[in-house]
């Protein structure tokens, strides 16, 4: 069950922002105004909303919307610069509502800006004595830290904020709790911590509900949410459609709960159901500049399962722009698991004769277990391989994080490959069998790979979780300590604890990324078990080390 859907009750703010003047944005902020308040209708309007007749005319409406989308965002960041340029000669309290509305302009276009505008605003209200205004920006703040990435940092700092909530904000309060634990649940999507956070997103939902009158749009959609979450999907199907029937296509309610009900048919398998649905999400998505790219992600998906691999590659492409685009980790990790197997099916649809290899990156944190990079040598699709290859650098450069270092890695071993491949071949047409038999047999090659292996896997794990070793140690005799490492390496039994870390438990899988035998392995864990303080719990204790509690 997919949770990355949430209650944002501000998107139509953003659109009219888009198109409105700049003075109307200056009043705006001037008049200090909460940005989140009065953006949803506080009763599901009565009539019907005309919707695509079909799921080619929603894609066709969906193409144009991302295409106008390429000047319309540009120009509305030119707004957004202004409004940060008029805002530095206000006194702190404006500037605090303006860096509010800024903000929340970002918070789908660019999640690290807007995570930074609120830290700005919270400092400004604060420095103009308005501790009401500072604690409901920074509830805000904290609910958007875990789509980066940054959930134990989001996480605590809400938790301490929750023990002297004002009366003003508790709507605020409920709304970012509910926000949050949905985003964490989606970081732990493979493990089970997930049902925990679902669950604790609930709580928070059942208060802000409580707090909304009834039939009013955020009500219903948090309601069907809950619903679907306990496993009702009738229940919580009857609450998504009612919104996507009722509310327009420019509602960031109708965006949720259309991709929503796509969710819910694409389990089901009815593809092509869910794929109209999952246009009509990114159809709202991308007319309200929303570049979290997960509804036009999942439409990629449906449409590959459909056949229409062509329509699935270009959608997919979007999708994962988008997502880096905005910086969110949570968005960018569903598009990565997606690419290989469209890219894949995208090359076998124009019958070419494909050279490629499977190269298995082990994952970080949250189940990255493995992501496949298709090397792929064609003759008349190599322009839109090479393009997402670029995009998929892009990422690397973009994000310096556990993801695009294995990929780098990847990458490293595939050249490696096709080196041994072209070095074979000359081998051979020269007659020179003999010496390339010394050559594999001398395990030169393999050597040089186990390093480069490890120099990149410590490095990755190191940055996930610096403090490691210590922690590790924690869970050590004293008199049986592991060495402290200054620098970005770790020994042969620090690899085999991250391995365990990262819940890989398999020796053999283990022996053959180190290079080493089985019997290796095997002897490196009974002597970590042997040093343990708990010997019989220890490699479960390891993995609650970087865990929230």
């Known amino acids: 069950m997919d949770t990355s859907i949430t209650c944002h009750n501000h998107g139509l703010l953003r659109r009219l922002l888009a198109y409105a003047s700049i003075?109307?944005?200056?009043?705006?902020?001037?008049?200090?105004?909460?940005?989140?308040?009065?953006?949803?209708a506080d009763v599901l309007p009565a009539t019907k909303t005309t919707l695509p007749s079909s799921l080619d005319e929603a894609l066709k409406m969906l193409h144009s919307a991302l295409n106008d989308n390429k000047k319309a965002i540009p120009a509305f960041l030119d707004s957004i610069q202004y409004l940060k340029d008029r805002a530095a000669a206000m006194p702190p309290l404006h500037k605090a509502a303006a860096y509010d509305s800024i903000a929340a302009m970002y918070e789908s276009l660019d999640v690290d800006s807007c995570i930074t505008y609120y830290r700005l605003g919270v400092d400004n209200a604060r420095l103009g004595g308005d501790d009401i205004l500072a604690q409901r920006l920074l509830l805000q703040m904290f609910a958007q830290m875990p789509v980066t990435g940054a959930a134990l940092e989001g996480h605590n700092g809400f938790m301490h904020e929750s023990s002297n909530i004002y009366p003003q904000n508790r709507m605020a309060y409920f709304e970012a709790g509910n926000e949050m634990m949905l985003f964490i649940a989606d970081l732990y999507a493979r493990l089970p911590l997930r049902h925990d956070y679902e669950i604790r997103s609930i709580a928070y939902g059942d208060s802000l509900v409580s707090m909304l009158p009834p039939n009013n749009p955020l009500q219903i959609l948090l309601t069907a949410q809950k619903s679907e979450l306990l496993g009702d999907d009738t229940a919580a199907m009857a609450g998504y459609v009612e919104l996507v029937t009722h509310l327009p296509i420019e509602s960031h309610i109708f965006a949720r709960a259309a991709t929503r009900a796509g969710d819910f048919y694409y389990r089901t398998g009815q593809n092509k159901t869910a794929a109209y649905y999952y246009a009509l999400g990114a159809l709202s998505d991308a007319r309200n500049y929303v570049l979290e790219g997960v509804a036009l992600i999942r439409l990629a998906r449906a449409l590959y399962d459909l056949d229409k691999i062509s329509q699935s590659y270009d959608l997919m492409t979007a999708g994962l722009g988008q997502s880096?685009?905005?910086?969110?980790?949570?968005?960018?990790?569903?598009?990565?698991?997606?690419?290989?197997?469209?890219?894949?099916?995208?090359?076998?649809?124009?019958?070419?004769?494909?050279?490629?290899?499977?190269?298995?990156?082990?994952?970080?944190?949250?189940?990255?277990?493995?992501?496949?990079?298709?090397?792929?040598?064609?003759?008349?699709?190599?322009?839109?391989?090479?393009?997402?290859?670029?995009?998929?650098?892009?990422?690397?450069?973009a994000k310096e994080n556990s993801l695009a270092r294995f990929m780098e890695l990847s990458s490293l071993f595939a050249d490696k490959f096709d080196e041994l491949n072209r070095l074979a071949g000359r081998k051979i047409t020269a007659g020179q069998i003999e010496e390339l038999q010394a050559l594999i047999k001398g395990g030169s090659m393999r050597l040089e790979q186990n390093k480069m292996f490890a120099n990149m896997f410590d490095n990755a794990f190191l940055s996930v979780y610096p403090d490691f070793v210590s922690q590790a140690n924690r869970l050590m005799k004293p008199d049986a300590q592991l060495p402290e490492t200054e620098d970005t390496t770790l020994n042969p039994e620090l690899r085999i604890l991250a391995f365990l870390r990262m819940g890989i438990t398999d020796s053999q899988r283990m022996a053959r990324f180190l290079g080493v035998s089985i019997n290796t392995i095997y002897t490196y864990r009974n002597r970590l078990k042997n040093r343990a303080i708990n010997r019989d719990t220890f490699e479960a204790d390891l993995m609650t080390i970087g865990a929230i509690s």
């Open 23 to 40: 003075c109307a944005m200056m009043l705006l902020v001037a008049s200090a105004s909460p940005v989140r308040a009065s953006v949803t």
């Open 324 to 397: 880096l685009k905005s910086n969110s980790a949570v968005r960018s990790i569903e598009a990565f698991r997606a690419v290989p197997h469209i890219i894949e099916a995208y090359t076998r649809s124009d019958n070419r004769k494909l050279t490629w290899m499977t190269v298995f990156a082990a994952s970080l944190i949250i189940a990255f277990a493995a992501l496949l990079l298709i090397l792929i040598k064609r003759r008349h699709d190599l322009k839109k391989l090479e393009l997402l290859k670029s995009r998929l650098a892009q990422a690397n450069e």
